[in-house]
Nanobody, 128 residues
Framework: QVQVVESGGGLVQAGGSLRLSCTASGLTFDNYAMGWFRQAPGKEREGVSCISWHGANIYYADSVKGRFTISRDNGKNRLYLQMNSLKPEDTAMYYC?????????????????????WGQGTQVTVSS
């Protein structure tokens, strides 16, 4: 049984930093590209970042470029998202997901339906 579990969310002031973690079990982690998504109240879930199985290909949403850094540790089955210079508009539930049937992000990386396994999310709240 595949399990994906996020952690590391919390309340932080604008300009602060948080590091999200995601642990995946029950799958061969280094067979999958991994992504981070977020969903704010009343909004659609949006793609934040994606990393290929070997970490060589990385994509970011324009809204987080230069502030967020995605990384992975295949030996530990873990995915990370370092978030710096946080803004109130970054407030959302953040989700980790394993991309379906591919170790590469490709152009479909921001599309929710491209991902097969999802975690329950971790809340990030940025106060102004």
């Amino acid at each position: 049984q595949v399990q994906v579990v996020e952690s590391g969310g919390g309340l932080v002031q604008a300009g602060g930093s948080l590091r999200l973690s995601c642990t995946a079990s029950g799958l061969t982690f280094d067979n999958y590209a991994m992504g981070w998504f977020r969903q704010a109240p009343g909004k659609e879930r949006e793609g934040v970042s994606c990393i290929s199985w070997h970490g060589a290909n990385i994509y970011y949403a324009d809204s987080v470029k230069g502030r967020f850094t995605i990384s992975r540790d295949n030996g530990k089955n873990r995915l990370y998202l370092q978030m710096n210079s946080l803004k109130p508009e970054d407030t959302a539930m953040y989700y980790c997901a394993a991309k379906a049937a591919s170790g590469y992000c490709s152009g479909s990386w921001p599309t929710k339906s491209s991902y097969k396994y999802w975690g329950q999310g971790t809340q990030v709240t940025v106060s102004s």
